[in-house]
């Protein structure tokens, strides 16, 4: 049965079936560049009121340095108590 079919046959099939899946909302997924409107301006537009509140890249960099280096002096200490408390109890097992 196989060798009825036409590659040309088949490849219409597959054209026609896509061709009837396509609706518009697929074709705005498509990422089509689309000139935004008035509303969409004034929406991505900066805001005077919200300026004291924007934060800065370099002092996020700073802050989220400051607090991995904060993290693993955390880490580190817990493990030294951690390793304190069991060879206490070592020592005090073999006494």
């Not at 705005?28 to 969409?40: A, I, K, N």
């Not at 005077?48 to 800065?56: G, M, N, V």
């Not at 904060?70 to 951690?82: F, H, M, N, R, S």
Request: charged share 30%; aromatic share 8%; glycine share 4%.
């Amino acid at each position: 049965m196989a060798f009825f079919l036409n590659k040309s046959t088949l490849a219409s099939h597959f054209r026609s079936t896509s061709q009837k899946i396509e609706d518009p909302v697929s074709l705005s997924r498509r990422q089509f560049h689309v000139e935004p409107g008035t509303r969409e301006k004034a929406l991505l537009a900066e805001d005077a009121a919200l300026k004291p509140f924007k934060s800065y890249k370099q002092s996020v960099k700073k802050l989220r340095k400051i607090g991995d280096v904060l993290t693993i002096v955390v880490v580190a200490g817990c493990c030294y108590e951690i390793y304190v408390k069991a060879s206490t109890r070592e020592e005090a097992r073999k006494q």
